[in-house]
Each structure stands twice: as C-alpha cells, then as structure tokens.
T-cell receptor
Framework: KNQVEQSPQSLIILEGKNCTLQCNYTVSPFSNLRWYKQDTGRGPVSLTIMTFSENTKSNGRYTATLDADTKQSSLHITASQLSDSASYICVVSAWGAGNMLTFGGGTRLMVKP | EAGVAQSPRYKIIEKRQSVAFWCNPISGHATLYWYQQILGQGPKLLIQFQNNGVVDDSQLPKDRFSAERLKGVDSTLKIQPAKLEDSAVYLC???????????????FGSGTRLTVV
C-alpha cells in the first residue's frame, strides 16, 4: 500500500531560525515528489517538484532534498519568517494513468516572533 | 494565468440540508479532481474527471455525494443530505493530462470550507 509519512506533526520555531521537515514514503513506481505549502483556509501551493534523478531543489528560502534509495525527502526552511506559518504537505506521485497521488498528513509549522 | 476558481469560499448548513460547490479549472486542463480535507489531515481524493468522464470515484460516498462535469470544463460537487462528519475543506484541482506522472501543471484551488451544524 502506498504511504507517505511526515514528521514532526507540528513544530514551533522562533522567527529567523532554520528548520527541517521530514517525509518518508513507500510509493511505487515512483514518479515525483512535491512539497506544498498550505496556509490556513487556502488551497495547497506547490513549492518544489522533484523527479527520481533530482537530489535537491530550491525555491527561495525553501530547499527540498530527495534520497530515492532510502525513500526519504526533507524540506529545509532557512531564516524563517512569520509568513512561513502554515502546513507543509509532502505528496508523492506514482507513474500510471489516473490519480496516483499519495498525500502525507502534513507538518503544521508555527513561526513565533 | 488564472488559477483554479472555487466558490463559495465558506458555507455553513444544518445537517440533512443540501449543498453544492463549484469549480472552474485552469483553461486547457483536461483533468479535474475533487478532494476532501478534514482539519489536520491531508486531502483525500473524492473523484477525478478526465474531460467529462469519470476516471476514479472509488472514494466518493455515492449515497450522498455526487459530482458532474458536463461540458468537460467546470464542475459541481453536491452533498445531499449533509452529515456532521462532512465538515471539511473541499478542494478542487486540475492538471494538464490524465496521468499525474509528469507532476507538472497540477494546481489546487483555494477550497470551500464547509461547516455542518
């Protein structure tokens, strides 16, 4: 069964600090892994998309890594800002027709001043 | 490019009432998805359309939920009658192609927050 597990479930950090969110998956056949940011009451917005051959991808202060061998990904946020407070969802896509997306439960990040 | 449009943004209804949500995908996107996201959880796929045909509705509670995409463009999701446990955010997403393997062009709307009291 395809699964995506995220940790921690929630995290509180001080503004300006860095943090790393984790994503472990068992999805086959693997196609790509995405990180989304979801503000409260809004739809998820894509931060990064990585395919099998990509180890790292950056989007501003967000850097995602992918280890396809261990089936792990991380999202590193540098110099956090109050606006980073949101849920971060890891989504893994499997090859095939139809919807093959498996969603993680998300990490709820709160950045405090 | 315009994003995925959803309406209404919020809806409060009493249990046993009916409710409908509307979604207009990105122009040219053949595939449209409806998700249910309960507070604190990741989205759960309810139904996927490819143009105006249903690709996957295995997790749609068909006794009370229905969805249509008659002209292959916009779509409506209906709940009749609503239950307390239907309280959630209903997200619409669209993508260019039928498969999600490419990973690109997959965009979510802002969602409709439904509260059933």
């Amino acid at each position: 069964k395809n699964q995506v597990e995220q940790s921690p479930q929630s995290l509180i950090i001080l503004e300006g600090k860095n943090c790393t969110l984790q994503c472990n998956y068992t999805v086959s056949p693997f196609s790509n892994l995405r990180w989304y940011k979801q503000d409260t009451g809004r739809g998820p917005v894509s931060l990064t998309i990585m395919t099998f051959s990509e180890n790292t991808k950056s989007n501003g202060r967000y850097t995602a890594t992918l280890d396809a061998d261990t089936k792990q990904s991380s999202l590193h946020i540098t110099a956090s800002q109050l606006s980073d407070s949101a849920s971060y969802i890891c989504v893994v896509s499997a090859w095939g027709a139809g919807n093959m997306l498996t969603f993680g439960g998300g990490t709820r990040l709160m950045v405090k001043p | 490019e315009a994003g995925v449009a959803q309406s209404p943004r919020y809806k409060i209804i009493e249990k046993r009432q009916s409710v409908a949500f509307w979604c207009n995908p990105i122009s040219g996107h053949a595939t449209l998805y409806w998700y249910q996201q309960i507070l604190g959880q990741g989205p759960k796929l309810l139904i996927q359309f490819q143009n105006n045909g249903v690709v996957d509705d295995s997790q749609l509670p068909k006794d009370r939920f229905s969805a249509e995409r008659l002209k292959g463009v916009d779509s409506t999701l209906k709940i009749q009658p609503a239950k307390l446990e239907d309280s959630a955010v209903y997200l619409c997403a669209s993508s260019l192609g039928g498969g999600t393997g490419s990973g690109y062009g997959y965009t979510f709307g802002s969602g409709t927050r439904l509260t059933v009291v």
